[in-house]
Structure formats: structure tokens, C-alpha cells
């Protein structure tokens, strides 16, 4: 188990180190550089440059990044509560996938807490569950050290924070694959066959694509919808929100293609 932890983490602090090149904001940096660097030799350096802060401003607006997201949004519309209604509890189960943890948070005994978008999908899963009646099972691990995964967080705030027990605790992966590849491991036990899945809507097709590949039947349950909310004059200025989801979509763009070139999960 620890020589799979050690390579999960350093595949897992690679990917992202990746991620931090390719993806706004690293992306353009290097661009910039680039054309800053090659300016007086290059025409063209000139304009890689303009470029780069043009492409780099252009994703820092929230009316960009509504219109990156709304195609995942019209693909996944949010759930009819009176479907996941009609599920066997004893068949079926909510299961909630972890989106990162804050460390060095000293308020808490732990020193460390869910992250917001962490939390969100905890809310949602809790509400969901007590609506439809289905079990629930949460899952994500530490991959950035700590001392409690993300699936042990979500429980316990879904358990002294909402009253709600929790069947299932997948507290070893690292990222969607394991997700999907470890509950299902550990449903196949229970013959439990179908899964309502609880993630940003932006993350929803790769998440079920990796779940259906693990042999588990997906009730989509997207959440943290945005791109129909009415615009204010602030989405047309820069800020930070409309860099981080320009930077979330476009993370799934990437992380999909490498699904289907790789074949990551199942023929996909």
C-alpha cells in the first residue's frame, strides 16, 4: 500500500504541475515570456504577447466563463428529485466525490477543512438524501498530504452538520478514475449497481464517463450551475471567479481528451 500511495502522489503532483503550465493563468505566462523574449527577433513574438494578455483578460471575465460552461450545462440539466425518488435504497446509493481540502486551517483541531467546492457538493448530497431517502457514500482521498481525506471530512460534516449517516467511506483515491474504480469496487459488495453522482456540472461528463467505464449505471446529479444567472456589470470586468471557471472548463476540455486518446477509462 505504500509504494501505491508514493507513485499515486507522484503521478498526481505531475499531473498537476502539468495542469499549472498548460492552463490559464501558467499558460499565458509563458506565452508572454516567449514573446518577450523573441520580440526583437521575431515580428511575430510581438503579437504572441498581445495575444497572450488579450486570451489571458478575455478569461478573467464571469460572461466568458458563463459561455464556456453553459454547453456542460445544457448537456446535464439538474436532477428530478422524483427520479432518484423512485431508487431502491437498497439498490442504489448518492455518491458524492470530494473537489480538495484547505490545510493549515487552525481553527480547526485537524488543521485542516473541506474546501468550498467541497463543501457545495457535501450540501447538496445531504439535501439530496434526505429528499429521496438514498444511503450515501462520499469519496476522495489525500493526495496533498494531510491528516483526513476529503471523503472523511464530507462525512463528518454530513453527519454532526446534517444528521445524516453515511453508508460508504472511499477515502484512498486520488483523482476521478479512482473515484469511479474504487466505489465501485467497493458497492460490488453490497450489489449495489447504481450510483446518483454528485459533482460540478462542468466535471459531470468526464465523472460519469469514468463511473459507467467501472461497470456502474450513473444518475447524473450535477450541481453549481451559473452560465443562466442574470448578468451584472461586474461579469464584464476581470476577476478572479471568472478566471478559476474559465480555468475549471477548460481543465475538463483537457482532461477528457486525455481520457480518449489514452483509453484512461475503459475503450473511452
Given at each position: 500500500m505504500g509504494v501505491r500511495i508514493d507513485i499515486d502522489t507522484l503521478v498526481w503532483s505531475t499531473t498537476n504541475l502539468i495542469a499549472a503550465l498548460i492552463l490559464p493563468p501558467g499558460v499565458f505566462f509563458l506565452l508572454l515570456a516567449a514573446g518577450l523574449l523573441w520580440g526583437r527577433k521575431h515580428c511575430?513574438?510581438?503579437?504572441?504577447?498581445?495575444?497572450?494578455?488579450?486570451?489571458?483578460?478575455?478569461?478573467?471575465?464571469?460572461?466568458?466563463?458563463?459561455?464556456?460552461?453553459?454547453?456542460f450545462e445544457d448537456r446535464w440539466p439538474p436532477l428530478d428529485v422524483q427520479i432518484a425518488k423512485g431508487l431502491a435504497p437498497e439498490q442504489a446509493m448518492i455518491v458524492v466525490l470530494g473537489a480538495g481540502r484547505t490545510l493549515g486551517a487552525l481553527?480547526?483541531?485537524?488543521?485542516?477543512?473541506?474546501?468550498?467546492?467541497?463543501?457545495?457538493?457535501?450540501?447538496?448530497?445531504?439535501?439530496?438524501?434526505?429528499?429521496?431517502?438514498?444511503?450515501?457514500?462520499?469519496?476522495?482521498g489525500k493526495p496533498n498530504g494531510g491528516m483526513h481525506g476529503e471523503a472523511v471530512l464530507m462525512k463528518n460534516l454530513l453527519e454532526t452538520g446534517f444528521g445524516q449517516r453515511v453508508a460508504l467511506v472511499e477515502d484512498a483515491?486520488?483523482?476521478?478514475?479512482?473515484?469511479?474504480?474504487?466505489?465501485?469496487?467497493?458497492?460490488?459488495?453490497?450489489?449495489?449497481?447504481?450510483?446518483?453522482?454528485v459533482t460540478d456540472v462542468f466535471h459531470m461528463s468526464r465523472?460519469?464517463?469514468a463511473f459507467e467505464a467501472a461497470g456502474l449505471k450513473v444518475v447524473p446529479a450535477p450541481m453549481h450551475f451559473r452560465a443562466s444567472a442574470p448578468l451584472r456589470l461586474t461579469d464584464f470586468l476581470p476577476s478572479v471567479e471568472g478566471l478559476e471557471l474559465s480555468r475549471q472548463v477548460l481543465r475538463e476540455w483537457v482532461a477528457m481528451l486525455w481520457y480518449r486518446v489514452t483509453g484512461a477509462v475503459g475503450g473511452a
Amino acid at each position: 500500500m505504500g509504494v501505491r500511495i508514493d507513485i499515486d502522489t507522484l503521478v498526481w503532483s505531475t499531473t498537476n504541475l502539468i495542469a499549472a503550465l498548460i492552463l490559464p493563468p501558467g499558460v499565458f505566462f509563458l506565452l508572454l515570456a516567449a514573446g518577450l523574449l523573441w520580440g526583437r527577433k521575431h515580428c511575430w513574438a510581438h503579437w504572441l504577447a498581445v495575444g497572450s494578455l488579450v486570451a489571458f483578460l478575455l478569461l478573467t471575465l464571469n460572461v466568458v466563463g458563463y459561455a464556456l460552461v453553459r454547453p456542460f450545462e445544457d448537456r446535464w440539466p439538474p436532477l428530478d428529485v422524483q427520479i432518484a425518488k423512485g431508487l431502491a435504497p437498497e439498490q442504489a446509493m448518492i455518491v458524492v466525490l470530494g473537489a480538495g481540502r484547505t490545510l493549515g486551517a487552525l481553527e480547526y483541531a485537524e488543521r485542516e477543512t473541506l474546501a468550498a467546492p467541497s463543501i457545495r457538493r457535501t450540501i447538496y448530497a445531504a439535501q439530496l438524501s434526505a429528499k429521496a431517502g438514498l444511503p450515501l457514500a462520499v469519496s476522495g482521498g489525500k493526495p496533498n498530504g494531510g491528516m483526513h481525506g476529503e471523503a472523511v471530512l464530507m462525512k463528518n460534516l454530513l453527519e454532526t452538520g446534517f444528521g445524516q449517516r453515511v453508508a460508504l467511506v472511499e477515502d484512498a483515491s486520488f483523482d476521478t478514475r479512482q473515484n469511479a474504480l474504487y466505489t465501485a469496487k467497493a458497492l460490488a459488495g453490497r450489489n449495489i449497481r447504481t450510483v446518483v453522482l454528485v459533482t460540478d456540472v462542468f466535471h459531470m461528463s468526464r465523472a460519469a464517463l469514468a463511473f459507467e467505464a467501472a461497470g456502474l449505471k450513473v444518475v447524473p446529479a450535477p450541481m453549481h450551475f451559473r452560465a443562466s444567472a442574470p448578468l451584472r456589470l461586474t461579469d464584464f470586468l476581470p476577476s478572479v471567479e471568472g478566471l478559476e471557471l474559465s480555468r475549471q472548463v477548460l481543465r475538463e476540455w483537457v482532461a477528457m481528451l486525455w481520457y480518449r486518446v489514452t483509453g484512461a477509462v475503459g475503450g473511452a
